[in-house]
């Protein structure tokens, strides 16, 4: 079956350094590949997406990584603050249908 | 800028008992979700609407119905509730089904006694 999961259930990093958030997925028929970003008590919020027939993609302080042959993505975010602090979720989108990953907490250390 | 809203944000009850959780969008989108998120299982889709006038089974639909009163509002019920239900509701909307973009709302807190 389909399933969306991550390495690492938290991550602690150092305030100013880079953070690398990563995912696993086994659909390869899946399309779009996007990470969410929960603040505690709120809502997910839309990160960045990046599709299947791209390798990488950057944004403003963060890049997702898609790596097809092993089915893996992952999040990196540069010179980490405190307000990145959060649970970070990756999803896929197949058949139309978002399956969402189970999430990684980061925290960031000041 | 509203964007989803959800009410109430925290709710108690017991077992057996009914409630209707609310949301509302501004944003104009034509699909609305409805959401629970429990620890260590992700978020998983109970029922979505398409459009105004359609309502689907997500993942997880029993247990639960759901109205989509208009365009900007979408409801989800609990008609006999239990404590498998305790979770945190979310609501979300996107421009079209199928979006790899959700707009969230801020959740719903319930427990079920």
């Known amino acids: 079956g389909e399933s969306v999961g991550l390495h690492l259930p938290t991550l602690s990093v150092q305030e100013g350094d880079n953070s690398i958030i990563n995912c696993a997925y086994s659909n390869s028929a899946s399309d779009y590949f996007i990470w969410y970003k929960q603040e505690s008590g709120k809502g997910p919020q839309f990160i960045i997406d990046?599709?299947?027939?791209?390798d990488k993609r950057q944004g403003q302080r963060v890049t997702v990584l898609l790596n097809k042959t092993v089915k893996h993505l992952s999040l990196q975010i540069a010179a980490t603050q405190p307000g990145d602090s959060a649970v970070y979720f990756c999803?896929?989108?197949?058949?139309?249908?978002?399956?969402f990953g189970k999430g990684t907490k980061l925290s960031v250390k000041p | 800028n509203a964007g989803v809203t959800q009410t109430p944000k925290f709710q108690v009850l017991k077992t057996g008992q009914s409630m209707t959780l609310q949301c509302a969008q501004d944003?104009?989108?034509?699909?609305m979700y409805w959401y629970r998120q429990d620890p260590g299982m992700g978020l998983r889709l109970i029922y979505y609407s398409a459009s105004e006038g359609t309502t689907d089974k997500g993942e997880v639909p029993n247990g639960y119905n759901v109205s989509r009163l208009n365009k900007r509002e979408f409801s989800l019920r609990l008609e006999s509730a239990a404590p498998s239900q305790t979770s945190v509701y979310f609501c979300a909307s996107s421009d079209i089904l199928g979006s790899e973009k959700l707009f969230f709302g801020s959740g719903t807190q319930l427990s079920v006694l």
């Open positions: 999803a896929e989108r197949s058949q139309g249908n978002l399956i």
């Open positions: 944003m104009n989108h034509n699909s």
């Open positions: 990046i599709r299947s027939n791209m």
